[in-house]
């Protein structure tokens, strides 16, 4: 159709992920159930997941779960070895830097490479949900592109600006067995680490042996 059309030469291929943000966000929770979430020291966070090959029901399910806990847990993005499973798949209910809310999912995710002008960098804090408790500064660039697929199995491109690059840069990251605090300088990992033993986290999580 010709509104189609023109709808994907304006959004060159990046999926339209800022509408309908309450009602889809609710929709996927309430199908859902909220499971505790993996910490540091986790195996299943230290290493790359396995790309997603299957696009059915249990695709599906996980994605549900995975709002559900991140609704729980208080948290802008989610990864599935969040919830201690080894799959590429990463949810977000997310502002950017206009404080528009982007809500979405992306499957085998991969970060662009951005040219040097496109690459100015922000140094706000940072937080994680299997890092509970502790935040550091860390510098990343203010804007980012993944592409990846949905869970149809669709090819999709999601941008975005702000804490939300933020958000995508982080989310990728775990997929492919690093966490935040990994970026960090030793003393500042370590920092982080003691804010950690010294709080409790407000949401389930996974005790490590
Ligand atoms: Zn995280």
Redesign the pocket.
Known sequence: MAQQETDEQINDGFVVDTEDCEARELAHRERGTSRPITVVGNPVLHRECKDVTEFGDELAQLIDDMFASQRTAEGVGL?AN?IGVDLKVFVYDCLDDEGVRHVGHVINPVLQDLPADRRHLDDSNEG???VPTAYASLARPDYAEVHGKDMHGNDIKVRGTGYFARCLQ?ETD?LYGF??IDKLSKRDRKDALRQMSEGTPRYPVVPND
Request: hydrophobic residues 35%; aromatic residues 12%; neutral net charge.
């Open positions: 990864a969040q994680c949900l299997s982080h775990h966490l935040y």
